[in-house]
């Protein structure tokens, strides 16, 4: 049964994404478009290309992720030149090696722009800091003279995982124009549910997604107690209130909650258990949702 899916961020927390992917192939449901913030993004991408859950996790399996974590060449002190970077470069780690990593994959599909894939079958959100606003890629292309069928598919992913001072920005602009700072989608809206699920808007199939969270509802408050828990609060807010807003009661029917409490979203250290761990929460919380939901 073909239905539309929406994958949200999570960073390195992604692994759980890959375990409800596997369950959902099981279950029999394909997916004709998909939609994805950050590690969403990934996952979304890779199944335009038409990879499967094994195969992915197959690739993962054999991808040392340290390899991300490009920093810039330096004669200064590893420590100090980091410091520096952030400051000048807006981001500890250039981000070249997970574009050309996403780059490598997609092509050997035989996807490289967004020409490649069909029409609306993909969608991928950034955040544009220089303007203030929410960017759906590839159809706010356009908005900086940009043509969407010449645009890299791997270079959106890029703008979509570019996790604010993790990562740096990924700078876009038209002829004659300034450039624009692009920056992880999760920052405006880290779980786009409502590119395909609108109220009022009758869906032309059904609508699944997957998010690396509790129900909103459950959220328990947080505890503030110091300058670095309210800097961590105020992200996170930040990151949730836009999809929280919209995530009503009647959407959640459509949701599977997977909770990723304890695991950092830039744990690149990851062990080979902690991989295991998530792909396997993925797979159980997508079973357990699966096997009531009503579509």
């Not at 949200?8 to 409800?20: C, N, R």
């Not at 200064?76 to 520096?84: L, M, R």
Request: hydrophobic share 40%; charged share 25%; with cysteine.
């Amino acid at each position: 049964m073909e239905i539309d899916g929406v994958f949200s961020g999570g960073g390195i927390k992604g692994f759980a994404l890959i375990g409800a992917l596997a369950e959902i192939e099981k279950q029999g449901f394909q997916f004709k478009r998909v939609a994805g913030t950050s590690a969403g993004s990934i996952i979304s991408a890779l199944i335009i290309a038409g990879y499967s859950s094994d195969e992915i996790e197959r690739m993962m399996d054999d991808l040392d992720l340290k390899v991300f974590l490009d920093s810039r060449k330096s004669l200064i002190p590893i420590a100090v030149a980091k410091w520096i970077f952030l400051f000048w470069s807006l981001g500890l780690y250039k981000g070249n090696e997970l574009e050309k990593w996403i780059e490598a994959r997609l092509a050997a599909r035989g996807i490289r722009t967004f020409a490649d894939v069909p029409p609306l079958s993909l969608r991928i959100i950034a955040s544009d800091l220089t303007n203030g606003r929410l960017l759906v890629l590839p159809d706010d292309l356009p908005k900086y003279q940009i043509d969407p069928n010449r645009f890299s598919v791997a270079k959106a992913v890029r703008m979509s995982c570019s996790m604010p001072y993790f990562f740096e920005p990924v700078k876009i602009g038209g002829r004659g124009k300034r450039n624009n700072l692009i920056v992880d989608g999760g920052v405006l809206s880290n779980f786009p549910m409502w590119l395909f699920d609108k109220d009022n808007v009758k869906k032309t199939r059904p609508v699944l997604g997957v998010k690396l969270s509790i129900n909103n509802n459950e959220q328990p408050p947080r505890r503030i107690k110091n300058a670095i828990q309210m800097f961590e609060a105020l992200f996170e807010t930040m990151k949730d209130a836009h999809d929280s807003r919209y995530i009503s009661r009647s959407h959640e029917q459509n949701v599977i909650f997977v909770p990723t409490e304890g695991v950092l979203a830039t744990e690149f250290e990851l062990t080979e258990e902690g991989k295991r761990d998530l792909l396997k929460l993925g797979r159980e919380r997508a079973k357990e949702f699966l096997a009531t939901w009503t579509y």
